[in-house]
């Protein structure tokens, strides 16, 4: 059974081996995702100014539309499910807000779309191991020996009363995807912090040496790839490995998104995979995996 | 009514009330559940602001309550069930209520009465398991004595680490034992009891969920709570008061204290302050430094609550005379190094984020009531608030009394307060008992005699009566 399903800009764009590789996974797992007909951006951030509608009605038209495709929506960006499952969140519990932004748009939001996130689907839908549909159960070409690092970021995780996926100090949605495909989770203390954020446009040498925490705490809790949620820190770690001192030979970390590592995983063809849009090639890496048969 | 008290817990609160009611002439049955009395006091290192040795002051009650004529020390027991007896079925057929109680003494397999704490038991066990006492710093055997100092002196052993009871696998401390105190048959016995009142003094435990996984502190051996450090300090402690990190016995030399690990957090711990940690870290800066002269104190704060007579300026002398730094912020993270722990917080006061490679971390974790707070509560019907400490009946204006007649309470189950604080509520529920005992009993005097007033204007007989008793009641105030 198909799932609505909402893009966002960024997988349309910069990261497109995210949408790619996400549609061949959940296509192989048995729930097409189904592009929303119409959309448009989520606006990005969520507001923070309690009385900003201006700033909802791009979310809200977005969970309109959704709500004509089912009762439920799904994205694989980290920063538009957190748009849209704060601002659902919001609108169910503000009417007068829902009244509001629906007498602007003319449209009839009615209030009550579920925002779940690509991952919440794996598990609660898929499940992780077990069942004879699991994912582990359909997992053609094992990770084994494969040291992963799972890199959460903020937007999967928090504000927790709102998001709810997972427990935001200690996460572990993604540690059990990697065991699913047979791989390790290795943690590492900054799996969880912030990789700098929109910061890379302004002040680029903020996130520079945010990641450079991450990716060498990464590579000293002997992790052979990162993985992440996010478009946005999947960019933060993978480009300034080109320019810094991370970037000698033998000290870089590939960045994967976590639907390249199931393609992978699940046998899928390899023009599913898009490493060719890393700055750090992940292909040597995952070589011993990939050439298994 | 039966003119004896009934005190759960011997921490230093059930302790001072005990032996208030004691030396006042009346019996005291004493409950306690650990195998030895005297609470968490007796685990302490030093106590605040004065620094006194916490054994060297505690030891002399905890000797006075073991020896006291008037005290039944009932060690690893529980109350089980209590039985209000009220003013029209009184069992002495006088119609006075009071409390029928059953007590379960759990067999400590080790005859109090025989056992002369020699050590023999131990030394030929086999089986080694981490020593509660010393908070899991140091190993006991499955036959122990839980300190050196413990009363009453007697050692127990415990059935879970015991190889086999039933049946028995090893009897090797039996064999070892020259007086024959171990009896590997001792049952659970139920010993019922008439009560007249009752004092709650059940303690605290610390917070050690949620909030303190940030901290690593389940998973670090060099992240420790306020506890465990005490023992470290303590001259009767596993280390002999000398200080060393437990993953390698080195001493630390940078040393983080984070105050309300767990307290004042509504989100992920408990909203209240803890209210003695701001002290009792103060204290270990302190001490820590008088024992590694070069070694250096950071203390994350959320700010400073030294409300107390020569409190504040404890905390200045940690500052200033110890040199401990003083980091207005939180924690967000403690995560394990190569070496040891990274400490991750925020100066608040110049906006920075501040990194600490430390070599041990102290959580002044959160006081909670100890976990046995809501069932007795509910067995004596007392209010407990949303964390199970317990409700006085009127906070400011009777703060000892619990609502329920005859039954009063003391110390850190009322919620989080320093020994002072806890010994003085002690003596004002021993002092209600007391009134309570001697109110009953003019009564009961002046109803005797207008029994034995045959003749005569009744009336008159009766005032006069009235006010014999009463003079009655005051001189025996005086005597007590």
């Known amino acids: ?293 | 009514m039966n003119y004896r008290a009934l005190v759960i817990g011997a921490g230093i609160s059930g302790m001072q009330a005990a032996l208030d009611i004691a030396d006042s002439g009346y019996e005291v049955i004493l409950v306690e559940k650990e195998p030895a009395i005297g609470g968490h006091m007796a685990q302490l290192s030093e106590t605040f602001p004065t620094l006194d040795c916490s054994q060297c002051i505690l030891t002399p009650r905890t000797v006075e309550v073991g020896q006291h004529p008037n005290i039944e020390l009932l060690t690893l027991s529980e109350v089980v069930e209590v039985e209000r007896i009220s003013a029209d079925q009184g069992d002495d057929g006088e119609g006075q209520p009071g409390f029928h109680v059953r007590i379960k003494r759990h067999p400590r397999y080790v005859r109090e009465d025989t056992c002369t704490a020699c050590g023999d038991c131990a030394e030929v066990c086999p089986v080694v398991v981490p020593n509660e006492f010393d908070r899991g710093l140091a190993a006991r055997r499955a036959i122990y004595i839980p300190s050196p100092q413990a009363v009453p002196a007697v050692y127990r052993l415990d059935p879970d680490a015991c190889l086999g009871l039933f049946p028995l696998a090893c009897g090797k401390c039996a064999e070892a034992c020259e007086v024959n105190a171990i009896d590997y048959d001792m049952q659970a016995e139920i010993i019922e009891e008439d009560v007249g009142a009752i004092i709650i003094a059940t303690g605290y435990e610390l917070y050690q969920d949620e909030a303190i996984v940030a901290y690593e502190y389940m998973s670090h051996p060099n992240v420790m709570d306020g506890l465990e450090f005490e023992r470290l300090l303590s001259a009767t402690g596993p280390t002999g008061g000398k200080i060393i990190r437990p993953s390698d016995r080195k001493v630390p030399k940078e040393v983080v204290f984070i105050q309300c690990a767990g307290s004042r957090n509504p989100e992920h711990g408990v909203p209240y302050c803890s209210k003695i940690c701001c002290m009792y870290t103060a204290k270990h800066a302190i001490l820590y430094k008088h024992r590694v002269p070069d070694g250096q104190v950071y203390v994350f704060y959320m700010d400073i609550r030294a409300g107390g007579k020569g409190y504040e300026e404890f905390v200045n002398r940690a500052m200033e005379e110890d040199d401990t730094v003083y980091i207005r912020g939180r924690v967000s993270k403690v995560f394990p190094t190569d070496d040891s722990v990274m400490v991750w917080g925020v100066d608040t006061l110049t906006g920075r984020k501040v990194e600490i490679a430390a070599d041990l971390v102290v959580l002044a974790s959160a006081i909670i009531p100890s976990s046995a707070s809501r069932q007795i509560a509910q067995m004596l019907g007392v209010e407990v608030d949303e964390f199970g400490f317990y409700n006085a009946d009127d906070a400011e204006m009777t703060p000892v009394e619990s609502g329920v007649p005859g039954v009063f309470l003391a110390g850190t189950g009322l919620g989080p307060q320093d020994i002072p604080e806890t010994v003085a509520q002690a003596s004002g529920a021993a002092a209600k008992v007391l009134s309570r005992f001697q109110a009953a009993q003019a009564e009961e005097r002046a109803r005797e005699a207008l029994d034995t007033s045959s003749s005569g204007d009744e009336t008159v007989e009766a005032n006069s009566v009235g006010a014999a008793a009463r003079s009655d009641a005051l001189s025996v105030t005086e005597a007590a």
Not at chain 1, 41 to 59: E, H, K, R, V, W
Not at chain 1, 114 to 124: N, S, T
Not at chain 1, 168 to 176: A, M, T, V
């Open chain 1, 1 to 293: 059974m198909g799932i609505p399903y909402f893009p966002g800009c960024t997988l349309s764009t910069k990261a497109k081996n995210y949408d790619r590789s996400g549609r061949a996974v959940a296509e192989a797992l048995g729930f097409p995702l189904e592009e929303l007909p119409e959309w448009q951006c989520c606006g990005a951030t969520f507001p923070l100014m309690l009385d900003d509608s201006m700033a909802l009605i791009a979310p809200t038209r977005i969970l309109y539309q959704a709500q004509q495709a089912g009762d439920r929506v799904t994205t694989l960006c980290s920063i538009c499910f957190n748009v849209l499952r704060r601002s659902q969140a919001l609108l169910d519990r503000d009417e007068e807000m829902l009244d509001r932004i629906n007498w602007f748009t003319e449209e009839e939001y009615e209030g009550d779309v579920h925002v779940a996130h690509f991952l919440e689907i794996l598990r609660d839908d898929v499940g992780w191991e077990g069942g004879p549909e699991s994912l582990a159960e359909r997992v053609k070409r094992p990770l084994t020996g494969l040291k992963v690092a799972p890199y959460y970021g903020c937007l999967l995780l928090r504000p927790f009363e709102e998001i709810g996926l997972d427990d935001p100090e200690d996460p572990h949605i993604l540690h059990d995807l990697v065991r699913a495909l047979g791989a390790e989770p290795v943690d590492f203390p900054y799996n969880v912090e912030c990789c700098g954020s929109y910061l890379i446009v302004k002040e680029p040498d903020v996130p520079k040496s945010l990641a450079k925490d991450i990716v060498v705490s990464a590579r000293e809790h002997g992790a052979d790839v990162i993985i992440t949620a996010c478009p946005l820190c999947q960019f933060n770690l993978d480009y300034p490995q080109r320019e810094t001192k991370m970037s000698r030979a033998g000290e870089q970390l590939p960045v994967l998104y976590f639907t390249q590592l199931m393609a992978v995983a699940l046998g899928l063809p390899e023009e599913t995979w898009g490493f060719e849009d890393h700055y750090v090639d992940p292909r040597p890496f995952l070589a011993r995996v990939a050439n298994s048969p």
